[in-house]
């Protein structure tokens, strides 16, 4: 007989007692909506279980109201919570650094409520799956499960910053957060000019970055401003960012070891950050971690398509049906299915049919699969070398074979990110997998021809496939590269480039995963050190993870360049200080692919199947 799970139904009415004041260490108070369950309007007998959430997003908003009400009928207390200086939370609000200690004084607070059995879990996406991580830095002793949506591990290394260059979907993201702020709301005259300022202005700001301080309306929220400037001009990985809320990774050892998911998408701002999260915590702590990686953009989590690509209906997940089995198990003890779901779950993208759906996007597909570990215990991990002639091969040069490519980088005409894992700034940016090549609607196209025409990009492509080749893993990029600056930015993107057919007369490159390295950087975040012109060094750099398969007759392409705005801020080639240096300068940029000097991308191929 098929298995059959227990788990909680719907049983209650919910009653919520709004903007409960929770007192801080500090004796700042934070606002709590608490939906608990109730029976004939009045609260059930208890107590029960609690479910956690912290939010900058407004606890009112419709989802999260809906989501609270879910878990209240099924035997939960919900909690709803405005993070510090945010909605009804007093205090002032500091993006994401300050919440540690704010998370876990609200889970004590709630494990000595009486209606509370003293059982607490978290969840939440964004923002909330990083203030849930930061608080289990401090191992509150009440909290027993975590459900870390699209959370950091790390801010400084993969997320506000990225091998040393600033990702300004932050600076985008500022002006949304003091849109909606507690100032904005008790002045109609700011609340309109930051309005305008995100919804009609931001291109025109985004193309005027770096930020000066007391330049923009920014200056009438100084904690806002305060914040956006001191992830611009803090390049090195110092003690500023290894703050609680930044750095999770470096408390782990500190870290509660409690069942935790880690759930994120391939095209998500936080890929890399949830898979290092899960690769760490399940070898360091002895209770059950799980890894769910799909193939959604940030937080898109019931939705079928990242940018113009689709997966199929099958490539979605119900969130409350998730989370309710997970804390089911946790919470309650329950013989929920997740008890056996494996440790790794993923979706590997790019079995679909290659057509065009009724929506405009290519029928991608894929299909989900488990694993008992990441990255998976039988990867190949397989270095393709940058050749002669724009190739990309598994054999790398002859002994005293010189070869060398060379492009001119402007930092004054950048390469436009078209796509991505991006978050946050979807009207300036937007997410996901595309064709790359300019359109008329992306900021910084000056044309619709393919990306690599530009001069400035250097492409390295295999020859079409024998047979599909599947990449489930991290990529790694070991390039060989100089400058004639003394401080430049190199990049790489991974494409999986599809023959031309009649829906596509011109083919088709479609981005799978990108990064991008400081070149002060290259020996270590805590001290820059300048390049030394026309010198080759070796810039090693993580691209975000990934699942795919390059179908057979396909082509795997790797585009160098050095630049991808405005996803990243645009390095002037100067060496100046990061984030206030106005001048730029042009930079001769070389890329070594010889025998000695063998750039190559490393990728995790899997065995093939049968």
Not at 129 to 155: C, F, K, R, W
Not at 331 to 338: C, F, H, I, V
Request: net charge negative.
């Amino acid at each position: 007989m098929p298995k059959t799970y227990a788990g909680s139904h719907q049983q209650y009415d919910v009653i919520c007692d709004s903007n409960v004041m929770v007192s801080m260490r500090d004796g700042v108070r934070l606002a709590a909506d608490i939906y608990r369950p109730a029976l004939g309007g009045r609260p059930a007998d208890g107590p029960f279980p609690v479910i956690l959430e912290r939010t900058p997003y407004d606890k009112l908003l419709p989802r999260a109201v809906a989501q609270a009400k879910y878990y209240a009928r099924r035997g939960y207390v919900c909690v709803s919570q405005d993070v510090r200086g945010r909605y009804e939370s007093e205090g002032e609000w500091y993006a994401f650094a300050k919440e540690a200690p704010d998370g876990y004084d609200t889970v004590e607070w709630l494990a000595a409520q009486p209606w509370s059995n003293g059982r607490i879990g978290t969840k939440g996406g964004s923002y909330s799956g990083s203030d849930q991580a930061a608080l289990a830095t401090l191992d509150p002793p009440h909290l027993e499960t975590m459900i870390v949506a699209v959370g950091a591990s790390n801010y400084f290394h993969s997320s506000m910053r990225q091998n040393g260059a600033l990702e300004q979907r932050f600076h985008v993201y500022v002006y949304r957060m003091a849109a909606t702020s507690k100032e904005a709301a008790a002045d109609p005259e700011l609340k309109a000019a930051l309005a305008k300022a995100f919804k009609q202005d931001i291109p025109q700001i985004v193309r005027q970055f770096p930020m000066k301080e007391g330049a923009t309306v920014l200056s009438r929220l100084p904690s806002y401003e305060r914040w956006a400037i001191d992830i611009m001009i803090h390049g090195e990985y110092d003690d500023y960012w290894k703050q609680r809320g930044y750095a999770i990774s470096e408390y782990y050892e500190e870290h509660a070891d409690v069942p935790t998911l880690y759930l994120g998408g391939w095209y998500d701002s936080y890929a890399r950050n949830t898979c290092e999260s899960y690769a760490a915590l399940s070898k360091a702590k002895t209770s059950r971690q799980m890894l769910l990686m799909g193939p959604w953009t940030h937080g898109q989590y019931e939705v079928t398509f990242a940018g113009e690509v689709d997966f199929g209906p099958e490539s979605t997940i119900n969130q409350n049906d998730l989370q309710l089995a997970w804390f089911d198990r946790y919470l309650k003890g329950m013989d929920s299915e997740a008890a056996y779901w494996p440790p790794v779950r993923f979706f590997t993208m790019g079995t679909g049919d290659r057509k065009v759906d009724h929506e405009g996007r290519l029928r991608r597909g894929g299909y989900w699969r488990g694993g008992q570990d990441w990255p998976l215990p039988n990867t190949r991990f397989t270095p393709y070398y940058l050749r002669a002639g724009s190739t990309l091969s598994e054999s790398r040069a002859d002994e005293g074979e010189e070869e060398e490519s060379r492009f001119t980088f402007d930092p004054r005409d950048p390469v436009p990110t078209i796509g991505g894992g991006l978050s946050a700034a979807d009207n300036v940016m937007r997410p996901g997998a595309f064709d790359q090549r300019g359109r008329p609607d992306f900021i910084g196209c000056r044309d619709t021809l393919p990306l690599n025409y530009r001069g400035d990009v250097l492409s390295f492509q295999t020859p079409p496939l024998e047979d599909d080749l599947e990449v489930t893993g991290p990529v790694e990029m070991r390039l060989w590269a100089s400058s004639s600056a003394p401080d430049t930015d190199f990049t790489a993107k991974l494409s999986d480039v599809f023959p031309a057919d009649p829906d596509y007369p011109d083919g088709l490159a479609i981005n799978i995963t990108d990064s991008i390295i400081r070149a002060r950087y290259r020996n270590g975040y805590d001290a820059p050190e300048p390049l030394e012109p026309g010198t080759p060094y070796e810039f090693v750099f993580q691209l975000y993870p990934t699942s795919t398969i390059f179908r057979k007759g396909h082509r795997i392409r790797l585009d160098v360049s050095s630049s991808n705005w405005p996803r990243f801020d645009v390095n002037p080639n100067t060496g100046g200080p990061l984030g206030r240096d106005q001048s730029y300068r042009t930079a001769t940029q070389t890329v070594y692919h010889s025998a000695d000097m063998p750039s190559r991308v490393v990728l995790p191929i899997q065995p093939a199947t049968a």
